[in-house]
Structures are given as structure tokens and as C-alpha cells.
């Protein structure tokens, strides 16, 4: 077959090496997978410094547009953000129309059989008018479909022969909302590189560093940093040698996608990070956005807890595996239900215990008692008491490690996600 992906508009894809961001991985893990057997495009914006079209060793061709005004789209999504209009501008066909645009005049050459599209339902029209006969697919990372207008969702649906998501929970989602489309939406997970993301050697045991916790992902307020911040006093009560680091980026996802997600009370509570009038709004989601968060999140720490905490910042998808190899364990206290979970798999093939909200696509990933430990979203006691009873336990801590390691291998295999996607390809 002759695949075509589609990376999202601000996912710049590399021809070689490791990639930026988890759409970004899981495109490049697929593609490079299925590149095997098959004639394999990624079609991707231009970052500086790429040329328009290379192959590297993995054998997937990468071609790229410059047809892409990142800046004018964030600038248009934040300001109906915050003037609160409906729908969110990331749902018009007008988002990122230029480069769906260019992308579609690159497939009308070339004739793929399969057009798989990360994220975009409404890119979905025109890669049907450029490929009448092409099998379409859409690849969905999250819940916000079921949020959107079922109408103009529905209709772009139609026009693709299959959906695939990163979990049950988002499939089971997306098949009750549109219940006409059911049978063509599908499961075919996330994984991780096993070989990159693995446990310490017994020689390098003895020189970790003891009750070391890690949060990886978005510093974003639906992550459920400032609910961390808050438990780890706790645990410092009681584990006073322990250290939090927190990598990541800092910033506010944006208030458009929050707002969809509001009816869910633990959602609704972030309200105070986004501002409630415009002119609070314009200060907290502009003037502060990169900065208020976690000047918020340390000012009301001790000074005693700030000192065992340090925000990193991001780190390269290489720096990744030496930081969790020098945890003791994992936290995600998302209060938003994650689709998904990628620093949960990563975490748990690199041997570490993990602990998470109970919600999303989390319950899917962290076996309770075995992996790890699920607590309720927002609950600081519980989630405190569990890091505790994991930190004071190392025979338990452990066992998870060793038990996590064993879960990444027999479920999270990148081959098998690929396996599942070929089989939507071809029936």
C-alpha cells in the first residue's frame, strides 16, 4: 500500500532520530513501523532548516510545506478564546486551511491508497476532493470531538472510512456520541519504545538517588501540578529527604479547549488560572501565560518544599530515559480525564511505580496494587498518602517497578499498535 500520514500543522517531523511531542512520536513510531511493508509518506509543516522532501534510515519519506502561519492561527484561536465565541476557532475549516490545502495538492499527485490524518476532522474534505478513491482515516488523540457540534462532526466523519484512537475510553466516547459511526471507529492504542525506555542496570542501583518523585508532561493547570505541589507538603512531612522534578513545558492549554470541558466540575475549578473577565483573562492567558502558573504553584509552597522542588522545564525526548532511570516513581494527577497517558507508558518500561487520577485512559494503563496506584482526581490527602506508602515501602516500590516493566513489554509494543492499524488499513 501506498500511506500518506498528515502530521498536524505544528508538528515539525525529523527523517531521522527521535521526535518533539506525543502526536509527533506516535506518528513517526507508526509510520516508521509500517514503512516495512509498505510505501510510507509523511506529509509535515517545514520547520528551519529542513529541506522540502528527504528519507532518512527508517525508509519513510518526509515532505514538507512552508504553507503554514502557525502564528496567525494561535493569535485567531486565542482571541475567540477569549471573547468566549462558539465554536472554537480550532474547529472551523478555516484552522490551518493553507496547509490542509497544500497537503491536498501533494496527494492529488500522488495518488496514495490510504490518507491518514492526525487530529483535524476538517482536513477531511479536502483529501477526499483531492483522492476521490482514497481509504481515509482519522486519527483522534483525545475526547474533544464528542464536544464539538455533532452536526458539522458527523458530516466530515462520513466522509473517512475509519477513526482510530489511543484508547478504549476516547473509542467508547466517540462511538456514543456518534452512535451512526460506531462500527467504523477503532482502538489501536499508544505505545512505547522498549528498548530506549528501560530500567537501570544492577550496577547503577546503588547510586540513585533515594525518594526521587517525577512529573512529565505539560506544566498546564488540567495536569494537576498545582494538586502535586500541594500533596508533596504532605510528603515531606513524613519523607523529608524526598525531591519532586517536574519537566515540562509551562503554559495554559488553551482556554478554547478548556472551555469544552467545563461541564466536568474538576475542569471547571481551573477557571481561577484563566481569569473570569476579559481584561483578567487578556492578563493571565497573555501577559502570564508562560510564567503565572508556576509563579502561582511556588508562591504558595513553603519555603522548606520549594527547596525539594525543581521545576526543569522540557526536556529532549533524548533526555527522557536517564530521567526516569533516576526516579523512584511517577506521578500524573491529571483532574482533566486523559485520553491517554504517554509518560505512564514511558515511565512504566523505564521500571518505575506509577500513580494517577482515577479517570480517562489512565484506568487502562495502571493496573491498581500491581503497576501502581490510582487515586480520585483533585484529592491532595490520597494523593499524598499514596506516595508516601510507596516511598516507605522500597520491597513495594520495588515489586511495582519490576511488575511495570513486565505491563510496558506484553502491552505497549509499538509493533502491535502498528499491526492493529494495518488491519483498519486493509479490512
Not at 244 to 271: C, F, W
Not at 289 to 305: E, L, W
Request: charged share 25%; proline share 5%; hydrophobic share 45%.
Amino acid at each position: 500500500m501506498r500511506i500518506a500520514f498528515i502530521s498536524q500543522p505544528r508538528d515539525a517531523i525529523e527523517a531521522e532520530g527521535t521526535q518533539n511531542g506525543s502526536v509527533a512520536i506516535v506518528t513517526w513510531e507508526l509510520a516508521r513501523r509500517l514503512a516495512q511493508r509498505h510505501d510510507v509518506t509523511v506529509h509535515a509543516p517545514r520547520a528551519r532548516g529542513q529541506v522540502e522532501e528527504e528519507r532518512g534510515n527508517e525508509n519513510v519519506r518526509v515532505r514538507r510545506t512552508s504553507r503554514v502561519f502557525r502564528r496567525s492561527h494561535k493569535v485567531m484561536d486565542l482571541g475567540t478564546g477569549l471573547l468566549g465565541l462558539s465554536p472554537p476557532y480550532f474547529a472551523w475549516s478555516a484552522f490551518f486551511h493553507e496547509y490542509a490545502a497544500a497537503v491536498a495538492a501533494q496527494l492529488a499527485r500522488d495518488s496514495p491508497d490510504v490518507i491518514h490524518i492526525q487530529v483535524y476532522s476538517q482536513f477531511i474534505p479536502a483529501m477526499r476532493r483531492a483522492v476521490p478513491k482514497a481509504r481515509i482515516v482519522l486519527h483522534t488523540h483525545d475526547e474533544l470531538l464528542t464536544r464539538l457540534d455533532p452536526r458539522i462532526v458527523d458530516r466530515r466523519l462520513a466522509l473517512a472510512d475509519a477513526v482510530v484512537t489511543c484508547s478504549e475510553f476516547v473509542t467508547r466516547r466517540l462511538q456514543a456520541r456518534f452512535p451512526r459511526r460506531a462500527a467504523r471507529i477503532h482502538t489501536i492504542g499508544n505505545g512505547v519504545d522498549t528498548e530506549r525506555f528501560h530500567p537501570v542496570g544492577a550496577a547503577q542501583v546503588v547510586a540513585l538517588p533515594r525518594h526521587q518523585v517525577l512529573f512529565v508532561g505539560r506544566v498546564s493547570p488540567e495536569k494537576g501540578v498545582h494538586v502535586l505541589a500541594r500533596a508533596f507538603e504532605a510528603v515531606l512531612a513524613q519523607v523529608p529527604d524526598a525531591f519532586l522534578t517536574v519537566i515540562g513545558s509551562a503554559g495554559l492549554l488553551p482556554y478554547n479547549q478548556i472551555r469544552l470541558l467545563e461541564s466536568d466540575p474538576h475542569v471547571a475549578s481551573l477557571r481561577e488560572f484563566y481569569g473570569s473577565g476579559l481584561l483578567q483573562r487578556i492578563r493571565k492567558q497573555v501577559l502570564e501565560a508562560r510564567h503565572g502558573y508556576v509563579d502561582a504553584i511556588c508562591s504558595s509552597m513553603s519555603p522548606q518544599t520549594r527547596a525539594r522542588v525543581e521545576f526543569r522545564g522540557p526536556s529532549s525526548h533524548e533526555e527522557l530515559p536517564a530521567l526516569y532511570q533516576g526516579a523512584s516513581l511517577l506521578v500524573a494527577p491529571s483532574l482533566c480525564e486523559e485520553p491517554f497517558g504517554l509518560p505512564l507508558a514511558e515511565a512504566m518500561a523505564s521500571g518505575l511505580p506509577v500513580i494517577a487520577s482515577r479517570a480517562g485512559g489512565m484506568c487502562g494503563i495502571v493496573e491498581e496494587g500491581r503497576t501502581g496506584r490510582l487515586v480520585e482526581r483533585g484529592d491532595v490527602r490520597a494523593l499524598a498518602e499514596a506516595m508516601i506508602s510507596l516511598l516507605r515501602d522500597p520491597q513495594t516500590l520495588a515489586g511495582m517497578g519490576r511488575a511495570s516493566r513486565e505491563a510496558a513489554e506484553t502491552r505497549f509494543g509499538w509493533t502491535a499498535a502498528a499491526e492493529r492499524l494495518e488491519n483498519v488499513y486493509q479490512h
